[in-house]
C-alpha cells in the first residue's frame, strides 16, 4: 500500500529527468530566439512566426503519437512485454503517417500567416525558417515515440542526456549558421533553421543508438509483423491519439492566435509577445515533466490494478504541478525586466522591453492554473481517457479565454495586456475544470486496463 509521500518520490524520480528533457527540447526554439534575437528585431520576429506554424502543426502529429502512451505504461504495469513493443512500433507509423500532411502545411507558411493579416515579409522569411527544418520533422516525430516508450517503461534518463546533447548540438549550429562562422556563410534565419532540422535527425539517431546499444527494448519488444501494421491496432492508437491531438491544438492554438493577434498590434508587440512567450514556455516545461511522468505512473498502478494507488498518485501530481509554478510566478515578478533584456542587445528597442516587463506580472498570474491543467492532461492519458481534456479546452480557450482576450485587447484598448488577461482568465476555467473532473471521476474508477 503506497501513501501520499510515495507517490511524491516515485513521480518526482519519474519527472526529474523529463523535465530536464523537455527543457532541453525547447531550449531548440529559445536558443533560435535569443540568438537571432541578437540579430535584429526582424530577425525575432521572423523565427517567432516560424516557430509558430511549426509548433502549431507539429504538435498535432506529437498528439497522435502520444495515444500509445497509456497501452505502453499500463502494458509495462501488467508485465505485457509484446503489448509494450507493438505500441511502440504502432506509434512510429503513426509518427511517420502524421508527417506526410505536416509536411505539406510547412510548405505553405507563408500563405497562411499572410491570411492571418502578418507581414509579408516576416512571413516570407518565417517560410524559409520552416522549410529548412522539413529534413527533420519525420525524426522529430519517429524520437517522440521512442522517448514515450521508453518513459512508459519508467526508463527516463538516456532521453534526457540526448537531449541535452542536441541542445548543445543546436547552439552550435546556430552560432556558425546564423553568423557565418568557420567558414560558412552568415544565413540568418535560414541558419537557425537548419541547424534546428539537423538537431531533430541528430536527436533520433542517437536516442536509437543507446537503446539499441544498451538493450533497452530487451523483455519489451516484438520482431515486426504484420500484426505491427494492424488497422486495428493503429486506430486504437488513434482513436487515443485523436483527442489528445486535439486537447494540444486546441490550447496551443489558443496561444498561436493570440500571436497572431499580437503581430496585429504591431512588431514592438509582437517582440514582447514572444518574449514573455518564450519564458512562459520555459517555465511550463516542469509542470509538462511532471504531467509526463504522472501519466507513466497511473499507467503503471493501473495496469498493475491498484486503482486507488492511481488515484494517489494523481493527487501528489497535482500538489507538485501547483507549488512549481508557484515559484516559477514569482520568479517571473522578480525578474520582470531583468529576463526581457536577456533576448534584446539592440538599445533602441527599450519600447519592446518596457511592455514585456508589464505583461510579464500577467503571465505570472496564471502559472499556478497552467501547471494544473497540464498535470490534469497527463492524468488522463494515463487513464485512456482523453476526450473529457478536449471538451473542457474547447470551452475555457475558444468560448471563454479568446473573446475575452479579443474584447479587451481591441474593444476596450487594453493591447498586448488585454490578451494576456483574457488567457489567464481561460487558464482558470480549463484548470478549475479538470481537477475536479479527475477528482470526481479519475483514475479510481478505471475498472480495466488498454490492450495493445
Known amino acids: 500500500m503506497t501513501t501520499h509521500a510515495n507517490e511524491f518520490s516515485m513521480i518526482a524520480r519519474l519527472s526529474t529527468p523529463v523535465i530536464v528533457t523537455q527543457l532541453s527540447t525547447m531550449m531548440l526554439g529559445v536558443i533560435d530566439n535569443v540568438m537571432l534575437g541578437h540579430v535584429s528585431v526582424e530577425a525575432l520576429n521572423s523565427s517567432s512566426l516560424g516557430r509558430l506554424w511549426i509548433i502549431g502543426t507539429c504538435m498535432l502529429g506529437i498528439g497522435l503519437v502520444f495515444g500509445m502512451d497509456p497501452f505502453v505504461s499500463q502494458a509495462h504495469g501488467a508485465g505485457d512485454g509484446k503489448g509494450a513493443g507493438l505500441a511502440l512500433q504502432r506509434g512510429l507509423i503513426v509518427g511517420l503517417l502524421a508527417a506526410i500532411p505536416i509536411a505539406v502545411l510547412w510548405c505553405f507558411t507563408e500563405e497562411a500567416l499572410v ?32 522517448r514515450q516508450y521508453l518513459q512508459g517503461r519508467g526508463i527516463v534518463r538516456p532521453a534526457m542526456w540526448v537531449a541535452i546533447l542536441g541542445m548543445g548540438i543546436n547552439a552550435l549550429g546556430n552560432w556558425v549558421l546564423i553568423f557565418g562562422k568557420l567558414g ?64 494540444i491544438g486546441l490550447e496551443l492554438w489558443a496561444f498561436q492566435i493570440m500571436t497572431l493577434w499580437a503581430g496585429e498590434l504591431g512588431p514592438t508587440s ?82 519592446v522591453l518596457e511592455l514585456a516587463s508589464s505583461v510579464l506580472p500577467i503571465a505570472a498570474a496564471f502559472q499556478l492554473f497552467d501547471g494544473l491543467q497540464v ?13 473529457p481534456g478536449a471538451v473542457i479546452n474547447l470551452v475555457g480557450y475558444y468560448i471563454l479565454a479568446l ?50
Open 184 to 247: 560558412a556563410p552568415a544565413l540568418g534565419v535560414v541558419g537557425a533553421g537548419l541547424a534546428t532540422g539537423a538537431t531533430q535527425i541528430a536527436l533520433f539517431l542517437m536516442l536509437l543508438a543507446v537503446v539499441r546499444r544498451a538493450r533497452l527494448a530487451q523483455g519489451a519488444w516484438t520482431p515486426w509483423s504484420r500484426e505491427s501494421f494492424s488497422p486495428r491496432g493503429i486506430a486504437r492508437v488513434l482513436a487515443i491519439g485523436a483527442p489528445i491531438s486535439l486537447q
Open 403 to 452: 473573446p475575452v482576450a479579443a474584447a479587451m485587447c481591441f474593444g476596450r484598448g487594453h493591447g498586448l495586456q488585454g490578451l494576456w488577461w483574457g488567457l489567464s482568465l481561460g487558464l482558470a476555467a480549463v484548470a478549475a475544470a479538470l481537477v475536479l473532473w479527475i477528482v470526481f471521476r479519475g483514475p479510481k474508477r478505471v475498472e480495466r486496463r488498454l490492450r495493445a
Open 270 to 351: 509582437l517582440a514582447a509577445h514572444t518574449i514573455v512567450l518564450n519564458l512562459a514556455s520555459l517555465s511550463f516545461m516542469v509542470p509538462l515533466g511532471i504531467s509526463i511522468g504522472t501519466s507513466t505512473r497511473v499507467g503503471n498502478l493501473l495496469g498493475a490494478g491498484d486503482r486507488y494507488g492511481a488515484q494517489r498518485a494523481a493527487h501528489a501530481a497535482f500538489a507538485m504541478g501547483g507549488a512549481v509554478m508557484l515559484i516559477c510566478a514569482l520568479i517571473f515578478l522578480v525578474g520582470r525586466r531583468a529576463l526581457p533584456a536577456l533576448y534584446i542587445a539592440d538599445p533602441d528597442s527599450a519600447a
Open 115 to 146: 491570411f492571418f493579416n502578418q507581414d509579408p515579409q516576416l512571413a516570407r522569411e518565417a517560410e524559409r525558417y520552416a522549410l529548412a527544418q522539413l529534413p527533420g520533422l519525420p525524426f522529430l516525430l519517429a524520437f517522440h515515440a521512442l
Open 375 to 387: 498535470v490534469g492532461g497527463g492524468i488522463l492519458r494515463g487513464m485512456g481517457r482523453t476526450i
